[in-house]
């Protein structure tokens, strides 16, 4: 897959603070890539330097193979080929549809190309209308229609559904996934939703205080984080102790397989509250003491004899009482090892 964005060694300060700190990462052509951390991690810094709307202080910005930031080169947003949908939209409010949509394309064809992208959009016919004649998913749907009409190699996305209703959220967000996606372009999608990062994209990059921590698909984040603050951000995890044994680790609760990497080292063992099973027992070492019913499935804590508290993910199906004394077994073939607290 050829690269349409690539960044090396990027860092960004405003005054005294590090906004983004030697990034490094890369979209293929086609892909679509979530930049996913807290906020103020660096997120949508690092979308304006590839937008151009900011310079690093260091580090290369290349677009479709061409220098755009770096080693003294600096090419001006509108020449990136690069369109960006704010998450306020920022449309003309005293220009029609047609006139947000046809801003920024050549004027030989952009009737054509107007109707083009208002027809990829669903918004054919709404060409005489204004901004605040529309809903807040029609504005989006303008904002990207805009953004698609130069005809970009890459879209950015600054967190395009922070403001819609979160009952309308999961079907818009798709929908707009679909429409990028027969656009055939590169996304790059600013968010702090796990699960929008992960039902959405192709690849994750998850950032940090301004650096890059990991990149990789929603799977490996999840199931292979590169360090313990990966780990908690990507979903709830509980740690428990072990130690190593060649290519086995010894927890509390069972022996897993893992990489060869020491012999009797102490560590600490990800399990993910889903691989954790409940399995009621009168002479049980756990004991149930909180259990949260979500529909589909069941969050219980689980209290541990020595006051440790592990967190376990089982079907509705599957029912076990407050208060109840349970045998814990994580099922499956492999855990995550860290080093030792």
């Not at 107007?114 to 749907?141: C, D, F, K, N, T």
Request: hydrophobic share 40%; net charge negative.
């Amino acid at each position: 897959m050829s690269e349409t964005i690539r960044l090396t060694g990027v860092s960004k300060s405003f005054g005294q603070v590090p906004a983004v700190r030697d990034a490094s990462l890369t979209a293929g052509r086609g892909e679509f890539v979530a930049l996913l951390g807290p906020s103020g991690c660096g997120k949508t810094t690092l979308l304006r330097l590839i937008a151009g709307l900011e310079a690093p202080d260091t580090g290369e910005i290349e677009v479709e193979g061409s220098l755009v930031a770096g080693r003294r080169a600096w090419v001006p947003p509108e020449r990136r080929n690069v369109g960006i949908v704010f998450q306020d939209y920022a449309l003309f409010p005293h220009r029609t549809v047609a006139q947000n949509v046809g801003y920024g394309v050549e004027r030989s064809g952009r009737a054509r190309r107007v109707a083009a992208v208002l027809g990829l959009v669903g918004l054919a016919g709404y060409e005489q209308r204004y901004p605040h004649e529309l809903s807040g998913g029609q504005q989006q749907r303008v904002a990207l229609a805009r953004a698609l009409g130069p005809e970009p190699g890459t879209i950015l996305l600054d967190e395009p559904w922070s403001n819609i209703d979160p009952l309308l959220r999961q079907a818009m967000r798709e929908e707009l996934a679909e429409i990028l996606r027969r656009a055939g372009v590169t996304v790059l999608l600013v968010t702090h939703d796990r699960e929008e990062a992960f039902s959405l994209s192709d690849r994750i990059a998850l950032m940090h205080d301004g650096a890059v921590v990991q990149a990789g698909s929603a799977e490996d984040v999840y199931l292979r984080p590169a360090d313990r603050w990966t780990a908690e951000f990507a979903g709830a995890a509980n740690f428990v102790p072990g130690r190593l044994a060649g290519d086995r680790v010894d927890t509390p609760i069972g022996s897993f397989a893992v990489t060869p990497n020491g012999h009797g080292e102490a560590v600490e063992v990800l399990i993910r509250p889903e691989r954790l099973e409940l399995l009621p027992d009168a002479q049980g070492s756990g004991e149930v003491v909180d259990r949260q019913f979500r529909g589909h499935d069941v969050f219980y804590r689980v209290r541990l004899g020595d006051g440790t508290t592990l967190v376990s993910q089982r079907p509705s199906t599957e029912i076990v009482r407050l208060g109840e004394r349970v045998l814990l077994r994580a099922h499956g073939d492999e855990v995550t090892v860290f080093g030792a607290p």
